[in-house]
């Protein structure tokens, strides 16, 4: 993550409690070790300052912590964890004094589409006509744009997560995550917050879908926390940290990510419907990605083209030629 909360402030006007404490990936093999290298060289070209960190420089980061287990890691001390709602409050509420509307509770049951452009959206408290439509539906976006006979390969598909109880002496440690098991904690306050990969029937933990459903929009599954995720997050902390050896899980949620086939979000102007735009299917990343997804879009919108970067490989036209810019990786 880039965008500090110094900036964000400056933008919106409001608080943002980005904490820049690092994002520290831990791998058990030396093919996790190798993966978590591969993308360095384009760190290095973005000024990215991730670097690899050895067992030493990890049990520094998080004191206490197993390593004995570890082959190697990676750290970015510029990453760090904020709070969604807050920070989408900040956006909202910026917005609407620079003059945006929002209706909330409206549903938007179709888009309307005449010829080879959008004309507006159907909503549940009537039309609404409009030039250019941006769809940002997450992952009920393929149901939505299948109204206007446009097929988006976006797929919901349920993710976990738990919070402890109060744990002071990890309150200040980077996100850690486990590269191959995707295990993930990070400190809430002075709780701490648990992420974890799905488990599969035979206990298999799932970073991510094994593959994209026959038809989209694909299941819902119902939004409940498996019953067999917290046996395995208590036995996975424990071994990874003394200090989560009497864990006690006090909440736990179940969401949807919005999964596409590369697990990279489709984001652009629609090919072949003039007007219609779609900012969706984030897996894992779209609270990270939202600033800058927020300006390239608008910058396609008003411009024709997005200008701070060249976002053609975002584009649904990948899914429609087959072309497959993307190596698929999700957390
Ligand atoms: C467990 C979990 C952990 C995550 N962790 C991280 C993380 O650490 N970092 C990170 O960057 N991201 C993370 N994400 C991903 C991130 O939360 C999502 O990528 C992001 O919220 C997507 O934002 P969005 O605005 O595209 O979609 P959404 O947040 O899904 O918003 C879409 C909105 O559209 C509305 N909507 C849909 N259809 C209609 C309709 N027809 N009419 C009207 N409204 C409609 C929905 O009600 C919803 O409010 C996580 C996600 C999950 C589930």
């Known amino acids: ?57 990890i049990a520094e980061l998080v004191p206490r912590m197993r390593v004995d287990d570890l082959a190697g890691g990676r750290f970015c001390g510029r990453d760090g964890y904020g709070d969604p709602l807050v920070a989408l409050a900040g956006f909202a509420a910026s917005a609407q004094l620079a003059g945006v509307t929002f209706r909330e509770g409206i549903g938007v049951e179709a888009l309307l589409r005449e010829g080879d452009r959008v004309t507006g959206v159907r909503t549940t408290a009537g039309d609404v006509r409009a030039e250019r439509v941006l769809v940002a539906t997450g992952c009920w976006t393929s149901a939505l744009c299948a109204t206007a006979s446009v097929a988006v390969p976006i797929w919901p598909y349920r993710r976990s997560i738990m919070e402890s109880g109060p744990i002071p002496q990890l309150a200040d440690i980077p996100l850690t995550i486990e590269w191959e098991s995707g295990f993930h ?70 969401c949807y990510y919005e999964m596409t086939p590369d697990d990279h979000p489709v984001v652009g102007a629609v090919p072949g419907v003039a007007g219609l735009y779609v900012a969706a299917g984030f897996s894992g990343h779209g609270f990270m990605h939202a600033p800058a997804t927020a300006q390239l879009v608008v910058e396609e919108m008003l411009d024709g083209r997005a200008r701070t970067i060249d976002i053609a490989d975002l584009s649904l036209e990948r899914f429609q030629t087959g072309r497959r810019p993307f190596k698929a990786t999700v957390l």
Request: hydrophobic share 40%; glycine share 8%.
């Open 1 to 57: 993550m880039s965008v500090t909360s110094a900036r964000c402030s400056d933008r919106t006007g409001s608080r943002h409690d980005f904490r820049e404490r690092g994002y520290l990936f831990i791998a058990n093999t030396l093919l996790g070790v190798a993966e978590l290298r591969e993308p360095l060289p384009l760190y290095e070209r973005l000024k990215v300052p991730a670097e690899m960190v050895g067992r030493v420089e």
């Open 185 to 254: 904690f990070r400190p809430k306050g002075k709780a701490q917050r648990f992420a974890m990969p799905n488990l599969t029937a035979d206990g298999t933990e799932e970073k991510g879908p094994a593959g994209a459903p026959s038809a989209y929009p694909g299941e819902y599954a119902p939004l409940e926390v498996p019953a067999s995720l917290e046996p395995w997050v208590l036995a996975r902390a424990a071994w990874r940290h003394p200090a989560f050896a009497d864990l006690r899980i006090v909440d736990s949620w179940s």
